[in-house]
Antibody
Framework: EVFLVESGGGLVQPGGSLRLSCAAS????????MTWVRQAPGKGLEWVAT????????YYVDSVKGRFTISRDNAKNTLYVQMNSLRAEDTALYYC????????????????????WGQGTLVTVSS | EIVLTQSPGTLSLSPGERATLSCRAS?????????LAWYQQKPGQAPRLLIY???SRATGIPDRFSGSGSGTDFTLTISRLEPEDFAVYYC?????????FGQGTKVEIK
């Protein structure tokens, strides 16, 4: 059975940093794209970042580019996101999710839908 | 960026009734396939994948859930609402970067 368990959330002041982790089990972690999705309190889902199986490709939503860094350790079956220069608008529940790979003749391989999700870790940015 | 607009915002129905949820994209999400997924989220829980590729049910999803559509217009249908189906539903397009979600449709008990 697939399990994804996030950790590392908490209260941080604006401008501060936080590193989230996501421990994966029940599947071959190194064979899947992985992603972070966040949900502000009472709001909808927002994709944050995605990383390829071997870490060679990374994608970010514009609002976190230059501030967040997604990474992974396939030996430890763990996904990370380093969040710097945090802002109040980064306050959210952060989910990690497994992404299924898609293929299109014109585009090649790319990350697709998210088939398994963790329960999330809450990040609150406030003074 | 592709904008997904879900309608209605809230759907008030009774158990046993049919639910029809719409997701409209600002540009086509169909190339060789339709890159559109649906998720269900209950209060205090993570989203759960229901449908991918516009019409394929995810593992373990009951057949009362069905998806249809192509191009820019997609529909999630719940044929007969069960008590556990009252939740918020999101569509997601993953055909063009960045992937985006709709704002959600809440299905509530009438």
């Amino acid at each position: 059975e697939v399990f994804l368990v996030e950790s590392g959330g908490g209260l941080v002041q604006p401008g501060g940093s936080l590193r989230l982790s996501c421990a994966a089990s029940g599947f071959m972690f190194s064979s899947y794209w992985m992603t972070w999705v966040r949900q502000a309190p009472g709001k909808g889902l927002e994709w944050v970042a995605t990383i390829k199986e071997d870490g060679s490709d990374k994608y970010y939503v514009d609002s976190v580019k230059g501030r967040f860094t997604i990474s992974r350790d396939n030996a430890k079956n763990t996904l990370y996101v380093q969040m710097n220069s945090l802002r109040a608008e980064d306050t959210a529940l952060y989910y990690c999710a497994r992404a299924r790979e898609e293929y299109d003749f014109w585009v090649g391989y790319f990350p697709g839908f998210f088939d398994y999700w963790g329960q999330g870790t809450l990040v609150t940015v406030s003074s | 960026e592709i904008v997904l607009t879900q309608s209605p915002g809230t759907l008030s129905l009774s158990p046993g009734e049919r639910a029809t949820l719409s997701c409209r994209a600002s540009q086509s999400v169909t190339r060789s396939s339709s890159y559109l997924a649906w998720y269900q989220q209950k209060p205090g829980q993570a989203p759960r994948l229901l449908i991918y590729g516009a019409s394929s049910r995810a593992t373990g999803i009951p057949d009362r859930f069905s998806g249809s559509g192509s191009g820019t217009d997609f529909t999630l249908t719940i044929s007969r609402l069960e008590p556990e189906d009252f939740a918020v539903y999101y569509c997601q397009q993953y055909g063009r970067s960045p992937t985006t979600f709709g704002q959600g449709t809440k299905v509530e008990i009438k």
